[in-house]
């Protein structure tokens, strides 16, 4: 079965500064996709970005990127210039060949954004 | 507004009440899910739905009962539920169900069960 493991439970970032997000994986799967969803105070799940696994290359989305390696089945979120609003709990998430579109996720990491 | 739009936003009852969770999607897509997202706990796929057809349950205790009368619409039918039931319940859809389809996901539906 896969898994998803977030370890830092809770981080915090100044405002404008950087921040970088760590998951780690397990999985037998070769075609498998990655995915970081924010959820705000509001509750709705939203996303923010996804990988697929064939792709070498980084995802980027504005102020957000990823590390993606594979090798060692890290996905960390970076985020650049962080804004108040980024402030949520971000969770990161798995689906594969076996698991079709059924998301498995990590545990969360709770980020607050200092002014 | 959202694509998936959930309704009671929250909701109390009681162990012997029945009531319903209601959510709708706009955004044309064939397959919708329930998740449980509890205090401490990663998020908890329920249900599955691709094309109106349950394709998935996941031991789900039958006190929870889904009802996806079109492909828009998904229901969550709760009765004789329990204190540990009370969580976030969010509703979800996709285009489809096959591997790394973007799930986009409602607000949730707070229940509270007392």
């Known amino acids: 079965a896969q898994t998803v493991t977030q370890s830092q439970p809770e981080m915090s970032v100044q405002e404008a500064e950087t921040v970088t997000l760590s998951c780690t994986y397990d999985t037998s799967e070769s075609d498998y996709y990655l995915f970081w969803y924010k959820q705000p105070p509001s509750r709705q799940m939203i996303l923010v970005i996804r990988?697929?696994?064939?792709?070498?290359q980084n995802a980027t989305e504005n102020r957000f990127s990823v590390n993606f390696q594979k090798a060692a089945k890290s996905f960390s979120l970076k985020i650049s210039d962080s804004q108040l609003g980024d402030a949520a709990m971000y969770f990161c998430a798995y689906t594969g060949e076996t698991s079709g579109s059924r998301l498995t996720f990590g545990e969360g990491t709770q980020l607050t954004v200092n002014p | 507004e959202t694509g998936v739009t959930q309704t009671p936003r929250h909701l109390v009852m009681g162990m012997t009440n029945k009531k319903s969770l209601k959510c709708e999607q706009h955004l044309g897509h064939n397959a919708m899910y329930w998740y449980k997202q509890s205090a401490k706990k990663p998020l908890e796929l329920m249900f599955v739905?691709?094309?109106?057809?349950?394709?998935e349950n996941n031991s789900v205790p039958s006190r929870f009962s889904p009802e996806c009368p079109n492909s828009s619409h998904l229901f969550l039918h709760l009765h004789t539920l329990q204190p540990e039931d009370s969580a976030l319940y969010l509703c979800?859809?996709?285009?489809?169900?096959?591997?790394?389809?973007?799930?986009?996901f409602g607000e949730g539906s707070w229940l509270t069960v007392v």
């Open positions: 739905y691709s094309l109106e057809e349950r394709v």
């Open positions: 979800a859809s996709s285009q489809l169900t096959g591997p790394g389809n973007t799930i986009y």
């Open positions: 990988q697929e696994a064939y792709k070498q």
